[in-house]
């Protein structure tokens, strides 16, 4: 199994950025993409981006220009920079992990981390 931690979570003001972070334990060596999701109050959880271990990286095109996704295999991290942050961006925001092991493939969810901005 993988386990996530989220952190970097909180209240930033329109205009602001916030640098979410994600560390996986676990059966890290399966890991093969990890990426971030959002889900605003009173609304579906959406994926936000994902990266690869090659670092092949896909982000929403609503998003791109203002998020990032980065990744530090070495230390079993993702990242997420936000940045022009908008009340819109408003959500609990998700680290997720996916991969292959035993024959099988797994998906896993992190605890979340709220993000909220103020006008």
């Known amino acids: 199994q993988v386990q996530l931690v989220e952190s970097g979570g909180g209240l930033v003001q329109a205009g602001g950025s916030l640098r979410l972070s994600c560390v996986a334990s676990?059966?890290?060596?399966?890991?093969?993409?990890m990426g971030w999701y959002r889900q605003a109050p009173g609304k579906q959880r959406e994926l936000v981006a994902r990266?690869?271990?090659?670092?092949?990286?896909n982000i929403v095109d609503s998003m791109k220009g203002r998020f990032t996704i980065s990744r530090d295999n070495a230390k079993n991290t993702v990242f997420l920079q936000m940045n022009s942050l908008q009340p819109e961006d408003t959500a609990v925001y998700y680290c997720t992990a996916d991969g292959f092991l035993y024959g099988s493939d797994w998906f896993v969810w992190g605890q979340g981390t709220q993000v909220t901005v103020s006008s």
């Open positions: 676990g059966n890290t060596f399966a890991i093969k993409t």
């Open positions: 990266m690869s271990n090659s670092g092949s990286a």
